[in-house]
């Protein structure tokens, strides 16, 4: 009987197990840094942590790194500064390994090997130059500002409250210019747009959180549950970022410039829309910029995924999410992100359908902190 | 092809080139592709088809941020063509993907979000979708948690000669040359 060949892992629990074992370290060396009291109680968690990393035991041993990470615990008591070097060796090495695993992902063949550190090398500097350092630093950057939710407590993370939400058109209308202030209403409120519901200002940061990690739609609408194996099941989407407006006010400067955008330049939103697409197209997606907006730092919070600053580790992080609400665990991790303040070119996105030959509906709105390119500039819209 | 046309543009960025912002518009972009071939009046949905198969065979769509290479933003452009028009190759593509690979050992951005568990947690377009293209749910679920097949999903390195294929397709007015290539 021929041997099966050993399956491979998959690509999103290399993702958390890489992003955990980093974590690991970084949790040791604070650990080596004194204040280590309840270190032991830090390092059993850390091993249990490691020990829900579900990877085949021929690409990471893990129960075996588990058992050394609880190992040393028992020895925190010595000086553990003085065996640093030779404690973070194990996870340097298997991190190593598991990026390796992970390149083809990013178009990679293969890795350079792990060179030598010199004595108290910084963290990053165990891996070679290029992908491997890159993805290290773009995970270790985020280890700080980067917060998890078991799906326990993203269960527990209230849905916005529905007279709030039905509050939030009004309000945003009375922020709109008077000639258009009816037909911000009636986007905001029409069944088929969905920008308060997810990005209105009454969400509270922890339910846009639920909604990146655990996809707990906002509204409550959508179902969503916790499953006997630890897992969620929802039918929500989300992509790698949930946020929204901090008020009412910032909620309405991008819909205000496209409204007067549209008024001054086609007579209207339908108008303007119906001038812009072909006869047949039924979605159209158009970028404000915060400049034209008015938007500025302060205005947009949320969450984004740790380390997505490519379009493939940006996959990674959506695999590590699908393996994470498959099986509960690992963790994955993400990072407050003011969109406005953050990004390189921030502004909203807006995306419209079409309900009739020239008649538009809003889909959504929300802040965002780059623009995509396919999106249509408000300003090239006649 | 050089840089995207307008008209590519239009088409695109109504669900495909927007997956991220809105993954609703993704999926019923590809759900509602074979219609919008069928009801093109003005040819301008075949005319994006068309370009869409040019960039991909001249690695001509810009990487949308300096850290994506044009490998992997290829390899992105033919899970959409899959997603969108199904297994048969986009015309000229120097790399295709075996159609054995698709839903197997190469998941797409259609499976990942329209594909749930259980067909009531998917898209109600999903069933008709993985019926055009041979698959089940229980095809595409098995690429989440380990795969059973024996070999990577979905990764697939740059081939050798990658770069000297690019500098030729640069060479020859068919793309911009992009931060990263020499």
Not at chain 1, 38 to 44: F, I, N, Q, Y
Not at chain 1, 123 to 132: K, N, Q, S, Y
Not at chain 2, 162 to 179: I, K, V, Y
Request: hydrophobic fraction near 40%; proline fraction near 9%.
């Amino acid at each position: 009987m021929t041997q099966q060949p050993a399956p491979p892992p998959d690509r999103g629990a290399l993702r958390a197990a890489i992003e955990g074992l980093l974590r690991t370290c970084v949790d040791l060396e604070r650990q080596a840094d004194g204040a280590a009291t309840d270190a032991r109680k830090r390092v059993r968690r850390i091993a249990e942590t490691v020990a829900a990393v579900r990877l085949p035991r021929h690409v990471l041993d893990v129960p075996a790194l588990a058992q050394q990470v609880d190992g040393l615990g028992r020895h925190l008591d010595a000086d553990l500064r003085g065996r640093l070097a030779s404690a973070r060796q194990p996870y340097v090495t298997e991190i190593h390994a598991l990026l390796a695993l992970l390149a083809p992902w990013h178009g990679l063949a293969a890795l350079p090997p792990l060179g030598p550190a010199a004595p108290g090398a910084a963290l990053t500097d165990h891996f070679p130059t290029g992908f491997a350092q890159d993805y290290v630093i773009d995970l270790l950057g985020s280890v700080d500002a980067s917060v998890a939710l078991t799906p326990q407590a993203a269960d527990q993370v209230p849905v916005a409250r529905e007279d709030a939400s039905d509050a939030v058109p009004i309000l945003v209308g009375d922020q709109l210019h008077e000639d258009h202030r009816q037909m911000g209403v009636d986007m905001l409120q029409d069944g088929a747009s969905h920008a308060v519901q997810r990005h209105g200002p009454h969400i509270a940061p922890e339910t846009q959180l639920a909604r990146l990690l655990w996809l707990k739609d906002p509204s409550g609408d959508e179902p969503w549950r916790l499953l006997p194996n630890g897992g969620v099941e929802s039918n929500h989407w989300c992509g790698p970022i949930a946020g929204g407006f901090t008020s009412a006010e910032a909620m309405a400067k991008p819909i205000d410039a496209l409204l007067r955008w549209a008024r001054v330049h086609a007579g209207g939103l339908n108008g303007l829309l119906t001038n812009n697409t072909k006869s047949k197209t039924k979605r159209i997606s158009i970028y404000v910029s915060a400049e034209s907006a008015g938007l500025v730092p302060g205005d947009a919070n949320g969450y984004r995924g740790t380390a997505t600053s490519s379009r493939a580790m940006t996959d990674d992080w959506l695999d590590a999410r699908e393996h994470a609400m498959a099986h509960g665990a690992p963790p994955i991790y993400a990072v407050p992100y003011d969109p406005i303040a953050e990004g390189k070119e921030p502004g909203a996105f807006f995306q419209f359908k079409r309900v009739g030959a020239s008649s538009w509906s809003l889909v959504t709105c929300f802040p965002v902190g780059e623009r995509n390119l396919n999106c249509k500039r408000m300003e090239d819209l006649t | 092809m050089t840089s995207p046309s307008e008209n590519f543009k239009d088409h695109f960025g109504g669900g495909f080139g927007v997956a991220d912002e809105t993954p609703e518009a993704y999926v019923e972009a590809c759900e509602e592709a074979l219609e919008m071939l069928a009801d093109d009046d003005d040819g301008s949905y075949h005319a994006f088809r068309d370009e869409l198969a040019a960039h991909i065979r001249d690695s001509s769509y810009p990487p949308h941020r300096v850290a994506d290479s044009q490998w992997i933003t290829d390899e992105w452009l033919r899970n959409i063509w899959y997603d969108a028009f199904g297994p048969e190759p986009p015309p000229g593509d120097p790399y295709p993907v075996p159609a054995e690979d698709w839903g197997r050992r190469r998941r797409t951005p259609y499976m990942m979000y329209a594909v749930n568990r259980r067909p009531e947690l998917s898209s109600p377009g999903a069933p008709a979708w993985l019926k055009a293209r041979g698959l089940t749910f229980d095809d595409v679920n098995a690429g989440v948690g380990v795969s059973l097949t024996g070999q990577f999903a979905s990764a697939r390195p740059a081939p050798e000669g990658w770069l000297e294929r690019l500098h030729d397709l640069t060479a020859r007015g068919l793309r911009e040359e992009q931060p990263g290539e020499r």
